[in-house]
Protein backbone atom coordinates (compact mmCIF):
# COMPACT_ATOMS: atom_id res chain seq x y z
CA UNK A 1 0.00 0.00 0.00
CA UNK A 2 2.89 2.57 0.89
CA UNK A 3 4.55 1.22 -2.36
CA UNK A 4 1.66 2.38 -4.54
CA UNK A 5 1.20 5.43 -2.37
CA UNK A 6 4.90 6.36 -3.23
CA UNK A 7 4.45 5.22 -6.72
CA UNK A 8 1.75 7.49 -7.97
CA UNK A 9 3.55 10.78 -6.19
CA UNK A 10 6.60 9.64 -8.06
CA UNK A 11 4.40 10.08 -11.17
CA UNK A 12 3.01 13.29 -10.36
CA UNK A 13 5.85 14.94 -9.33
CA UNK A 14 7.65 13.72 -12.78
CA UNK A 15 5.11 14.64 -15.11
CA UNK A 16 5.44 18.50 -12.70
CA UNK A 17 8.81 18.58 -13.26
CA UNK A 18 8.72 18.20 -17.22
CA UNK A 19 6.20 20.81 -16.95
CA UNK A 20 8.33 23.17 -14.98
CA UNK A 21 11.49 22.80 -16.75
CA UNK A 22 9.72 23.39 -19.46
CA UNK A 23 8.49 26.80 -18.53
CA UNK A 24 11.81 27.78 -17.77
CA UNK A 25 13.39 30.64 -19.66
CA UNK A 26 16.63 29.52 -22.06
CA UNK A 27 19.51 31.24 -20.36
CA UNK A 28 22.24 29.91 -23.27
CA UNK A 29 22.50 29.60 -26.93
CA UNK A 30 24.40 26.63 -27.39
CA UNK A 31 27.89 25.95 -28.12
CA UNK A 32 29.46 29.21 -28.62
CA UNK A 33 27.88 30.45 -25.29
CA UNK A 34 29.92 27.06 -23.55
CA UNK A 35 33.09 28.80 -24.81
CA UNK A 36 32.52 32.73 -24.01
CA UNK A 37 31.37 33.01 -27.57
CA UNK A 38 27.82 34.72 -26.29
CA UNK A 39 27.18 37.85 -24.45
CA UNK A 40 26.39 36.30 -20.90
CA UNK A 41 22.52 37.80 -19.11
CA UNK A 42 22.55 38.63 -15.38
CA UNK A 43 21.12 35.93 -13.23
CA UNK A 44 20.45 38.98 -10.74
CA UNK A 45 17.97 40.55 -12.44
CA UNK A 46 15.37 37.77 -12.67
CA UNK A 47 11.61 38.44 -11.94
CA UNK A 48 9.58 37.54 -8.94
CA UNK A 49 7.75 35.31 -11.64
CA UNK A 50 11.33 33.39 -12.40
CA UNK A 51 12.15 32.69 -8.82
CA UNK A 52 9.22 31.55 -7.91
CA UNK A 53 9.33 29.11 -10.54
CA UNK A 54 12.84 28.14 -9.31
CA UNK A 55 11.86 27.71 -5.75
CA UNK A 56 8.75 25.17 -7.46
CA UNK A 57 10.96 23.75 -9.65
CA UNK A 58 13.68 22.72 -6.94
CA UNK A 59 11.25 21.71 -4.07
CA UNK A 60 9.53 19.33 -6.87
CA UNK A 61 13.03 17.99 -7.59
CA UNK A 62 12.97 17.50 -3.63
CA UNK A 63 10.17 15.46 -3.20
CA UNK A 64 10.76 13.19 -6.79
CA UNK A 65 14.22 12.44 -5.42
CA UNK A 66 12.67 11.87 -1.82
CA UNK A 67 10.13 9.18 -3.37
CA UNK A 68 13.14 7.51 -5.55
CA UNK A 69 15.14 7.36 -2.01
CA UNK A 70 12.03 5.66 -0.30
CA UNK A 71 10.77 3.42 -3.01
CA UNK A 72 14.52 2.41 -3.13
CA UNK A 73 14.27 1.61 0.22
CA UNK A 74 10.90 -0.13 0.60
CA UNK A 75 12.06 -2.42 -2.07
CA UNK A 76 15.09 -3.45 -0.34
CA UNK A 77 13.45 -4.90 2.66
Do not use: P, Q
Amino acid sequence: MLELLFTIILIIASALMILLVLLHKGRGGGMSDMFGGGVSSSLGGSSVAERNLDRLTVGTGIIWFACVIALGLLKAY
